[in-house]
C-alpha cells in the first residue's frame, strides 16, 4: 500500500513546490511593477510621509494633553482661580487639531497626485503592451480579458492607491505612535494592549489567507462576467441571427451568480472579522479600565492619566478596524496588479532586429526557402516550403480551408515569423528588416475591413498620414468608390462611426482598399479581401486592380476564382504544400486540381 502511495504524494508535494515558487516570482514580479511605477514620485512620496508623520504626532498628543489639563490646570483653578495653565492647554490641545488637519490634508492631496499619476503611466503602458505584442498573442488572449485589464482591473488599483493606501500608511502610523505614547505614559498599561495583540493577531492572520483565496477568485470572477459581456455585444449580429440570447443570457447568469457567490464569501469574511476586533477592543479598554481604576484607588495612577489611556487604548483599535475596510481594497488590488504585470511582462514572439538591414525602397521580391512554420510545436501548418516571387508579379493562392494560404500571407506581413528556414524580401531576411521599413513595403488588406471612428477623409488617410487630400481622392477613385463616398451626407467629411456602422460592408471593404493603395506598397496582400462585395461590385474593384496592381508584387488570397483572372501565376496549395503553379489560363485548360475548381466554380454560377 505504501508503495503505490508514496509516487502519488511525491507528485503532489512537487506540484505543490511549483506552485508556491510561480505565487512568490508571481509577487515578486508585481513589486517590482509597483517599484518602477513609484520611483518617478519618490519626492513626493517623502513629502507625503512627513505630513503622515507631523499629523499622526499632532493627533497622538490630544490623549496626553487631556490628562495634562486634568492633572495639573484644574488644581491651580480650583485653588488660585488661575485659568492661564488651562488655557495654555487648550490652545494646544487646538494647534495640535488644526496640525492634524491640515497635515491630513497635506498627504491626501499628495497621495491622490502620486496615485493619479501612477494609473496614468500604468493606462499607457497597457496600451502600448497590447499593441506591442504579436498576433500570436492576440489571438489567444482574447479582447475581454484585455479590457477587464484596462477597466476593472485598474479601476481596482485605483481605489485602492486613491485613499486605501493612505488610510493603511496613516493607520499603521497611528498605532504605531499610540502604542508609544501609551507605553511613555504608562507603561502597565501599555502590557494589557499588548497582551490583546495575541488575538487581534491571530483574527487576523486568518481573515488574511482566508480572504486572499477570495479576492483572487473575485477577480477571476470579474473577469469572466465582462469576457462574456463583451464578446456577446460584439457579437450581437451573429446571437440575435442564431436568437442565442437565452442561452446567452444563461452562461452570463453562471458567472454573474459565480461572482455574486465570491464576492458574498469576501463579505462574510468581512462580516466576522470587523465585529471581532471591535471585541477584543472593547474588551481591552474594560480591562485597561478595571487595572487602572484600581490603581487610582491606591493612589499609583493619576486620574487624567487613567483617562488618556483608556483613550489611547480605544483609538490603537481604530486604525485597525479602518485598515480591516481597506484590506479588501488591498487583495482586489493585488491581485489586479498580478494580472497586470502579467500581461506587461509578455514578450513579442515577433521582435525588433539588433542592428536592422536598411530597406528605404523595396522592389517586392520574395523568396521562400526551406520555409516551415508551426502555430502549435510538432504540428507544421507548412511542412517544407519553397518559393520564389519575382518583383512585380501578382500571384493568386487558391485552395481548400486549411491549405496554408493565409498562413503563407501572415508570414510575408511578418505577424508571425517562421519556424525554420528563411523568408526575403529583395533578398533580406525578413526577420533583419524594421518594422517601419517592413510596414511600408508590405501592406496587407484582410476580410475584415475595420474602420476606426472618424471621417472617411481620417479612415483613408492611415495609409499614408501626410497624404494631401487629392491624394486621397485620387486613391479613392482608383477603387471605384468616389461614386459612393461623394453621395454620403458629408462627403469625405462623413463620419463612419464606430467600425464603419455608417456604411455597408462592401463599402468598408472598398474604403480599406483605398487606405492600402495609397500607401503604395511594394507588397499588396488581399485575403479574401473581395469576399464581402457583390459581383458588380467585386468587377468594378478589379478593374481599379488591374491598374493598381501594376509593377507591384502582388498576393491575392480568394475563394472566387472570379479575382484569380487578373493573376499573372496561379499557386494551388494542398496542406501547406504547392501542388500546382502556372498561369490561370494553363490550369484552366488542364486537367488539374485547377481546372476541376474552376469548372465547380462555373457550374455554381449557372
Known amino acids: ?70 492633572d495639573h490646570t484644574l488644581a491651580p483653578l480650583h485653588d488660585d482661580g488661575d485659568w492661564g495653565p488651562l488655557l495654555l492647554v487648550g490652545v494646544a490641545y487646538v494647534v495640535a487639531a488644526v496640525v492634524a488637519g491640515f497635515g491630513i490634508n497635506g498627504y491626501v492631496r499628495v497621495a491622490a497626485r502620486v496615485s493619479q499619476n501612477v494609473l496614468l503611466d500604468l493606462r499607457r503602458r497597457v496600451f502600448r503592451q497590447t499593441q ?63 497582551a490583546s495583540l495575541v488575538p487581534a493577531a491571530l483574527l487576523t492572520r486568518w481573515y488574511q489567507k482566508r480572504s486572499q483565496v477570495t479576492y483572487r477568485a473575485s477577480r477571476t470572477a470579474s473577469a469572466r462576467v465582462i469576457v462574456s459581456f463583451v464578446e456577446t455585444m460584439t457579437g450581437i449580429r451573429a446571437v440575435q441571427a442564431f436568437r442565442r440570447q437565452r442561452a446567452n443570457a444563461a452562461r452570463y447568469g453562471v458567472h454573474a451568480e459565480e461572482y455574486r457567490e465570491t464576492n458574498a464569501r469576501a463579505l462574510g469574511l468581512m462580516g466576522v472579522f470587523d465585529p471581532g476586533l471591535v471585541l477584543i477592543g472593547n474588551v481591552t479598554v474594560t480591562v485597561a479600565l478595571l487595572v487602572g481604576g484600581l490603581r487610582v484607588l491606591h493612589g499609583d495612577l493619576d486620574v487624567g492619566v487613567l483617562v488618556a489611556v483608556l483613550l489611547y487604548v480605544k483609538r490603537f483599535f481604530s486604525p485597525i478596524q479602518q485598515m480591516g475596510m481597506f484590506y479588501n481594497s488591498f487583495q482586489s488590488a493585488s491581485a489586479a496588479l498580478e494580472k497586470i ?44 516550403f519553397d518559393l520564389e516571387v519575382p518583383a512585380g508579379q501578382t500571384i493568386a493562392l487558391v485552395g481548400a480551408t486549411g491549405a496554408g494560404k493565409s498562413t503563407l500571407a501572415k508570414l510575408v506581413a511578418r505577424f508571425y515569423d517562421v519556424t525554420a528556414g528563411t523568408l526575403a524580401l529583395d533578398g533580406v531576411d ?55 463616398v461623394e453621395a454620403l451626407p458629408n462627403g469625405y467629411d462623413t463620419d463612419v462611426n464606430k467600425r464603419g456602422g455608417r456604411v455597408s460592408a462592401g463599402q468598408r471593404q472598398l474604403l480599406s482598399f483605398a487606405r492600402a493603395f495609397l500607401a503604395d506598397p511594394s507588397v499588396l496582400i488581399l485575403d479574401e479581401a473581395t469576399s464581402s462585395l457583390d459581383i458588380p461590385g467585386e468587377r468594378l474593384v478589379q478593374r481599379g486592380l488591374q491598374s493598381l496592381l501594376a509593377d507591384r508584387t502582388a498576393l491575392i488570397i480568394a475563394h472566387r476564382l472570379s479575382t484569380v483572372a487578373i493573376a499573372d501565376r496561379v499557386l494551388v496549395m494542398e496542406q501547406g504544400e504547392i501542388v500546382e503553379d502556372g498561369p490561370p489560363a494553363e490550369l484552366i485548360g488542364g486537367t488539374g486540381r485547377f481546372a476541376a475548381l474552376h469548372a465547380a466554380w462555373r457550374d455554381s454560377l449557372v
Open 341 to 384: 504585470s502579467g500581461l506587461l511582462a509578455e514578450e513579442p514572439t515577433v521582435v525588433e532586429p539588433a542592428r536592422p538591414v536598411a530597406l528605404t525602397q523595396a522592389h517586392g521580391a520574395l523568396s521562400f526557402r526551406g520555409v516551415e512554420f508551426s502555430y502549435v510545436s510538432g504540428r507544421p501548418v507548412l511542412p517544407r
Open 1 to 70: 500500500m505504501t508503495a503505490t502511495t508514496e509516487p502519488s504524494a511525491t507528485h503532489d508535494e512537487d506540484e505543490s513546490r511549483l506552485s508556491a515558487e510561480r505565487s512568490k516570482e508571481v509577487r515578486a514580479r508585481s513589486l517590482r511593477l509597483l517599484r518602477d511605477l513609484l520611483r518617478p514620485h519618490g519626492r513626493l512620496l517623502w513629502a507625503a510621509g512627513v505630513l503622515v508623520v507631523v499629523s499622526t504626532i499632532a493627533q497622538v498628543a490630544g490623549p496626553a494633553l487631556i490628562a495634562t489639563a486634568v
Open 132 to 194: 506591442r505584442l504579436s498576433m500570436e498573442f492576440h489571438e489567444s488572449y482574447t479582447s475581454g480579458r484585455i479590457i477587464s485589464r484596462q477597466t476593472s482591473d485598474l479601476e481596482s488599483l485605483r481605489e485602492l492607491l486613491d485613499s486605501g493606501l493612505t488610510s493603511i500608511v496613516s493607520g499603521g502610523m497611528l498605532m504605531l505612535f499610540t502604542a508609544l505614547s501609551l507605553f511613555l505614559l504608562d507603561w502597565q498599561t501599555g502590557l494589557v494592549l499588548v
Open 430 to 484: 525578413v526577420r533583419d528588416l524594421s518594422g517601419k521599413d517592413l510596414r511600408r513595403a508590405v501592406v496587407m488588406v484582410t476580410q475584415e475591413a475595420y474602420l476606426f471612428s472618424g471621417s472617411v477623409r481620417d479612415n483613408v488617410a492611415m495609409g499614408r498620414p501626410g497624404a494631401s487630400f487629392e491624394e486621397i481622392r485620387a486613391a479613392v477613385r482608383a477603387v471605384g468608390a468616389e461614386e459612393f
